[in-house]
Nanobody, 114 residues
């Protein structure tokens, strides 16, 4: 089993920044992929960004150039630096770890509003 705990969400004005963190614990597979997904009210969950254990990254077109995903393998932690936030970024953000199995965090709310 793997546990994922997210933190760092909150309320921010348009144009502002937030940094999300997700710490993993438990039976963690090496070579895993960690990522961030989000789900806005009435919409399907969508990929935001993913990063492999080797550092390869992929971003949704809607966030490329504004968001940066990174990870600290020694701490089993993945981060999402979100800059130039827009109201349409408002959603619950979920952390996911993919190895032999997929694990999800509980989600953290990000609200972008003036």
């Amino acid at each position: 089993q793997v546990q994922l705990v997210e933190s760092g969400g909150g309320l921010v004005q348009p144009g502002g920044s937030l940094r999300l963190s997700c710490a993993a614990s438990g039976s963690i597979d090496s070579g895993n992929i960690m990522g961030w997904y989000r789900q806005a009210p009435g919409k399907q969950r969508e990929l935001v960004a993913v990063i492999s254990s080797g550092g390869a990254r992929n971003y949704a077109d809607s966030v490329r150039g504004r968001f940066t995903i990174s990870r600290d393998n020694a701490k089993n932690t993945v981060y999402l630096q979100m800059n130039s936030l827009k109201p349409e970024d408002t959603a619950v953000y979920y952390c996911k770890m993919s190895g032999r199995y997929d694990y999800w965090g509980q989600g953290t709310q990000v609200t972008v509003s003036s």
